[in-house]
């Protein structure tokens, strides 16, 4: 069992960058359980400003107007000074100063189309939302005015307009109530692929090196044995990294861990675990250094997670890209993780759902493995 021995020496070398990708994983997960909202938003709230209204003209339709501008938004009634003004804006004690010029009403009823002034704090979302709300007033009265209403008909009318409440419904809710386990399996997808790389990777290019290998070819062990004990070393370092990540989840969430969804979730990490063993095989006979080995890894493993749904949800990801996330395992790895965390009973669709998902990353495993044999039968013939 030499080479076995071999195999793991040289683990013990990259056994740091290991622990530090299984630090970075376990930091984004923990972090992402605390920081996501653990409810949705499943409701919607209208947002307020405060408002002052400079009233110099004193008619029914600016006081009509201040009625409906305090109504809708946060009163801030102040006396019309500049000094004053200047320091609330200065002081936040007001966001939006609404003044209405002596003579409106009768400008207005001249079908004469008068000015308010306004003033506000400076790049405010919040002034152009009230600026339209006064547009939109005003020319509401406008309309029944021109239809033959009297302004005093006409405000009424208004009044009666906007009195009508628009209901909101959140066809869809944003952000879902997620359990801490949830991003732990979400973001475990990340720290298995970069520990089985650097793993497996590093062992490989020991073992191609010139002088090694020529020792081992003029050995009496056979080709078979050799690889043998290489596929030895990998499945027990597989499993290692299985066992101690389903540990950490134990000791970290517990009860939750026994829950159906997350054994469903033990199990769908187990199969991506085969393939990112296969991955960090076919990285490793394809690179020609270590430094080669860290470049394609975090690209390749970063790219499958951007692209996948892990980093960044599905829903807000472009069509196009939902479309080539379904070329690459993380994406079925996500929807195992989605379904099995999200649904309460499982029915017989949500468990076809899953094994797809799971069968899925098998495929990709098996493409790999088989990629990875072409790729060492043309090394030997090259040798």
């Not at 081992?216 to 056979?222: D, T």
């Not at 000791?251 to 939750?256: E, M, S």
């Not at 296969?278 to 499958?304: C, D, E, F, Q």
């Not at 379904?339 to 495929?363: P, R, V």
Request: some cysteine; overall charge neutral.
């Amino acid at each position: 069992m030499q080479v076995f021995k071999t195999f793991f020496a040289v683990v013990r070398k990259n056994i740091g960058l290991m622990c530090m990708y299984t630090g970075i994983f376990v930091g984004i997960a923990i972090t992402m359980a605390n920081v996501v909202p653990a409810e949705g938003g499943a409701s919607f709230q209208e947002t307020k400003t405060s408002v002052t209204v400079i009233d110099r003209d004193n008619s029914a339709l600016s006081a009509a107007i201040t009625n409906y501008l305090y109504g809708r938004q946060t009163a801030v009634p102040l006396e019309d000074d500049q000094s004053v003004l200047q320091d609330a804006l200065y002081r936040r004690v007001t966001s939006y100063i609404l003044f209405i010029p002596a003579g409106y009403e009768q400008a207005f009823l001249g079908q004469a189309s008068p000015e308010m002034e306004t003033a506000q704090v400076p790049d405010s979302y919040s002034g152009a939302y009230v600026d339209n709300q006064v547009e939109s007033y005003v020319k509401t009265v406008r309309a029944y005015t021109q239809a033959g209403f009297g302004l005093e008909a006409a405000l009424e009318a208004a009044q009666a307009d906007n009195a009508r409440a628009v209901p909101v419904a959140l066809t869809q809710t944003v952000v879902q109530s997620r359990a801490g386990v949830y991003y732990f399996f979400q973001f475990l997808c990340y720290g298995m692929a970069m520990v089985m790389i650097f793993g497996l990777a590093p062992v490989l290019l020991a073992f191609s090196q010139k002088g090694l290998a020529a020792r081992m070819n003029a050995s009496a062990l056979p080709l078979r044995k050799r690889n043998g004990q290489i596929g030895l070393g990998a499945l027990v370092l597989a499993l290692l990294c299985f066992v101690i990540y389903m540990l950490m989840a134990a000791i970290i969430y517990r009860d939750a861990m026994l829950a159906t969804g997350a054994l469903i979730c033990m199990l769908n990490a187990f199969v991506f675990l085969i393939f990112s063993t296969a991955l960090g095989l076919l990285i490793g006979m394809v690179s020609k250094n270590s430094n080669m080995v860290t470049a394609i890894a975090n690209v390749v493993v970063l790219a499958m997670c951007f692209l996948g749904g892990v980093y960044v949800p599905k829903e807000v990801l472009g069509a196009g890209v939902q479309t080539a996330g379904k070329f690459l395992p993380t994406t079925w790895y996500m929807q195992v993780v989605d379904t099995a965390t999200t649904t309460t009973e499982f029915t017989q669709q949500a468990m076809n759902t899953i094994w797809q998902g799971m069968g899925m990353q098998l495929i990709f495993a098996a493409a790999l493995v088989s990629v990875a044999l072409v790729v060492s039968k043309y090394r030997q013939r090259t040798a």
